[in-house]
């Protein structure tokens, strides 16, 4: 008699984490839900579909994790056990003898990781390209989700057999792709025919009866970060870069700014700028996002507020005024905040589908043409 399919995951979990851990499934550093079971579902598949072992690594450190609220639902409803995944603390990248790394839901190593690059055999990723690694075995396509892709990346018989005959791991996919898709929200634009093609192949081997049930509770969860403090607000969901030599950071946080101004007052500014002088930036930026009426019986709105933060006046306002412009899509409308100064700004986004995904790009290429 077969595993039950939650026990055989776990199993695998924890085998992997005791392997020589030679190729790894590596997921992007913010480490959401997306990253993580990209990852997961990836490195399953390819380890029992060959005669290898494939480690998923989760990109963060592993007291992060129960920030990702909506992550830690969904593989406790599971029967996941989170404790057997290996997280990017518990790797050393120099002296572990990694021999192959797989990039899923990023197509660019960041950090110390860089040294790994001439060991990408293979990228899936969503994001905009950044064309490197170009000998590996390459997908990189503008989809909801990269979940999604990693559904027609397995496309053998045999993966494919492995995939559906697995409801635990239909499952995780599923879910991702509905938090991923806002549920295929016509009005945000995420989903794609892709994204709906990959749900078609997984639901009727998910074991999920109820898709819009299954969204609005892990929009629940995502969305409860109340007991969150201000610092894990701002690390539970972020990435940085370096653009133009201005390090730039984003964090994304599903509390209201009201809110979050309502619980921690003064302290919020403290906070802001403590995180951006941990992470050394120029710049730091908070997107906010959050459903309006989630709990009540009438249609939840979707809403964004943006926050920017820089000690630059000069560079704070050149980045201000040029997402301002209307070339740049934001449609942004200035919040007078009492508690902030000059040296943070922040709006109301009306524009909801532009997501760091796609903030990202217009920043670099806004920072391309900067000079102090």
Same mark, same amino acid.
Not at 18 to 30: A, K, T
Not at 216 to 244: I, V
Not at 249 to 274: F, H, K, M, N, Q
């Given at each position: 008699m077969s595993a039950k399919p939650e026990v055989d995951v776990n199993n695998y979990l924890?085998?992997?984490? =005791?392997?020589?851990?030679?190729?790894?499934?590596?997921?992007?550093?913010?480490?959401d839900m997306d990253s993580i079971v990209s990852a997961l579902v990836f490195a399953f598949v390819r380890t029992k579909s060959t005669n290898n072992v494939y480690v998923p690594v989760v990109?963060?450190?592993?007291?992060?994790?129960?920030?990702?609220?909506?992550?830690?639902?969904?593989?406790a409803k599971l029967g996941l056990e989170t404790n057997a995944l290996t997280f990017v603390d518990e790797v050393n990248f120099r002296t572990d003898g990694i021999e192959e790394v797989v990039l899923v839901d990023h197509n660019r190593l960041t950090g110390s990781q860089e040294a790994l690059s001439d060991r990408v055999t293979q990228v899936i990723d969503h994001h905009v390209d950044e064309n490197l690694y170009t000998t590996a075995n390459r997908k990189v396509e503008g989809v909801g989700s990269c979940?999604?892709?990693?559904?027609?990346?397995?496309?053998?018989?045999?993966?494919?057999?492995? %995939? =559906?005959?697995?409801?635990? %791991?239909? &499952?995780?996919?599923?879910?991702?792709? =509905?938090?991923?898709?806002?549920? &295929?929200?016509?009005?945000?634009?995420?989903?794609?025919?892709?994204?709906?093609?990959?749900?078609?192949?997984?639901?009727?081997?998910?074991?999920?009866?109820d898709s819009d049930a299954?969204?609005?509770? =892990?929009?629940?969860?995502?969305?409860?970060?109340?007991? %969150?403090?201000?610092?894990?607000?701002?690390?539970?969901?972020?990435?940085?870069?370096?653009?133009?030599?201005?390090?730039?950071?984003?964090?994304?946080?599903?509390?209201?700014?009201?809110?979050?101004?309502?619980?921690?007052?003064?302290?919020?500014?403290?906070?802001?700028?403590?995180y951006k002088g941990t992470q050394s930036l120029n710049m730091l930026m908070v997107m906010v996002a959050f459903f309006e009426n989630l709990d009540e019986e009438e249609a939840p709105e979707?809403?964004?507020? %943006?926050?920017?933060?820089?000690?630059?006046?000069q560079l704070l306002t050149y980045v201000v005024d040029g997402l301002s412009e209307d070339k740049a899509g934001l449609e942004l409308e200035h919040l007078e905040i009492q508690q902030f100064s000059e040296d943070v700004r922040c709006f109301s986004q009306k524009n909801v589908r532009v997501s760091r995904k796609i903030l990202q790009p217009i920043l670099a290429e806004l920072l391309s043409n900067y000079s102090t």
């Open positions: 924890a085998s992997a984490k =005791l392997s020589n851990r030679s190729r790894l499934i590596l997921g992007n550093e913010s480490a990109n963060t450190v592993k007291q992060d994790l129960p920030l990702r609220t909506d992550v830690a639902f969904l593989f979940a999604s892709l990693i559904v027609q990346a397995l496309s053998s018989q045999a993966e494919r057999s492995i %995939l =559906l005959g697995n409801e635990c %791991l239909c &499952h995780l996919l599923l879910a991702t792709i =509905l938090v991923d898709t806002v549920n &295929h929200d016509q009005k945000l634009q995420r989903s794609t025919e892709t994204d709906k093609r990959a749900c078609d192949i997984i639901r009727s081997s998910s074991g999920v009866v299954l969204f609005r509770s =892990l929009q629940k969860a995502k969305f409860d970060q109340s007991r %969150l403090s201000s610092s894990d607000l701002l690390r539970k969901d972020y990435k940085q870069w370096n653009l133009n030599a201005i390090n730039l950071g984003i964090a994304t946080t599903g509390l209201p700014l009201e809110s979050w101004l309502e619980r921690d007052g003064d302290s919020v500014r403290s906070e802001l700028y403590r979707f809403r964004r507020e %943006l926050i920017v933060v820089s000690d630059d006046a």
